[in-house]
């Protein structure tokens, strides 16, 4: 008994330690003073409104939805075909591949982006836009292929034979039978991909470049000379969307999924 109360001190511990700032900074988004306190004086959705009016944030957070929706479908391009090769051959060669595909989890964004910027800025001398997409690109595509190559796994291989014995060729197999048996999974990898992209800031940082800014710099540069609850009416805002998105993954493959 004494060791579940244990237990179940630290979980709520826990809980509250990640909760805690997440509900401060969103009640202060409805607070009536000029600078982000808590707790608040008055109530007041004015500062959504303000998120609205404030050009560089809106200009910074459609080029943050362009910039995600581009590098999720490109990543979910190269990601299902290669997911479906690694899935396929149970080689010691393609565990390793598959295990290369997922190294770019494993560096620190910040390394990564610097290297980005060394690569693509730097040596090749790319544009803003492509570095952009290439550095998201980098980013999405771990989360594309671990998603897809977890449900392929989990596809029964009678399907496909059946299909084949039908007479389908291995390509038309492939677009009429494996994809339609993996929609659930491909709409998880796109949300992932995109949320992943959306809130990058180390490799935007360094990849962004004049006239190109994404949402969570502009955040930053915006906190620099402005500490009102504009920031906290937009991250409020920016929570939902996430929220909705887990949501939807959860609906759709289950959040166990997505590891």
Request: charged share 10%; glycine share 6%; hydrophobic share 55%.
């Amino acid at each position: 008994m004494r060791k579940n109360v244990g237990i179940n001190s630290i979980a709520l511990i826990t809980l509250l330690f990640i909760g805690l700032p997440l509900i401060m900074i969103a009640t202060t988004a409805f607070g009536e003073a000029a600078v982000i306190q808590f707790p608040i004086q008055g109530f007041t959705f004015k500062w959504f409104g303000d998120v609205l009016n404030t050009r560089s944030l809106m200009t910074s957070l459609w080029t943050s939805v362009r910039l995600a929706v581009i590098a999720s479908m490109i990543g979910l391009m190269i990601g299902l075909p290669t997911s479906y090769a690694l899935t396929k051959n149970n080689s010691k060669m393609s565990q390793r591949l598959l295990s290369f595909f997922l190294s770019p989890n494993l560096v620190p964004g910040i390394v990564m982006g610097f290297a980005l910027f060394k690569t693509l800025t730097l040596t090749f001398r790319l544009t803003v836009w492509t570095s952009l997409i290439l550095g998201h690109l980098m980013i999405v595509l771990p989360y594309t292929i671990r998603i897809l190559a977890a449900s392929m796994r989990e596809l029964d291989p009678s399907i496909e034979e059946a299909a084949r014995s039908l007479g389908c060729k291995p390509v038309e197999t492939f677009i009429r039978v494996v994809i339609p048996n993996l929609k659930g999974s491909i709409f998880a990898a796109l949300i992932m991909s995109f949320i992943n992209s959306f809130n990058n800031l180390p490799v935007s940082l360094f990849l962004k470049g004049p006239g190109v800014n994404t949402l969570p710099a502009a955040l930053m540069n915006h906190l620099e000379y402005n500490f009102n609850p504009t920031v906290s009416a937009l991250s409020v805002i920016l929570m939902v969307i996430t929220f909705v998105m887990m949501l939807l993954i959860e609906k759709t493959i289950g959040l166990s999924e997505v590891r």
